[in-house]
């Protein structure tokens, strides 16, 4: 038995909206709360199973030592970057108290085209959002786009696809 009515997934839905990164302030979610979000996520369309994304989840310093990696790959990417432009990179995850990325995985697959899988990954993002919203968190969905950076000795989880993503 579903538990919740029409009107309230309607609610939710239509009271989302983003927010900016100075407001995401106060505690990160509990361990549970991020086992909800990393569950709701990973229950999206994903044609064929392949679960083609990956979680990384920064929380504490490992924000700031994925912001050190950032920042390297954006001054590699653009190198007559100002100072100032390098340092909000470093800082991007900093903002925030727990960082979930979603990163997309698509690879050449007979039947399943790269850009449905892109699509998963994007609906993976735009589920976790809502989730959060769902727990009373705020939340945003930006893109980041460099290549590569590496995070090692971070959290990357593969959540398991349960039938109805």
Not at 114 to 134: C, F, I, P, T
Not at 155 to 162: D, G, M
Request: contains cysteine.
């Amino acid at each position: 038995m579903i538990a919740w009515t029409m009107p309230d997934a309607l609610e939710l839905l239509t009271t989302r909206r983003s927010f900016k990164a100075v407001e995401l302030a106060g505690p990160p979610p509990s361990a549970a709360e991020i086992d909800t979000l990393l569950t709701v996520a990973s229950r999206v369309p994903d044609h064929g199973k392949r679960a083609p994304w990956r979680f990384i989840v920064f929380e504490g310093e490992a924000r700031r030592s994925a912001g050190e990696a950032i920042a390297t790959a954006f001054r590699a990417k653009y190198p007559d970057a100002k100072p100032e432009h390098i340092a909000a990179e470093r800082e991007r995850l900093v903002r925030a108290p727990l960082v979930i990325a979603v990163v997309s995985r698509a690879s050449p697959h007979v039947k399943i085209p790269e850009w449905e899988q892109v699509l998963s990954a994007g609906a993976a993002a735009m589920s976790l959002v809502l989730a959060a919203h769902a727990l009373g968190l705020l939340a945003i969905a930006t893109l980041l786009q460099l290549r590569p950076v590496p995070f090692k000795g971070h959290r990357v989880l593969r959540c398991p696809n349960v039938s109805s993503f």
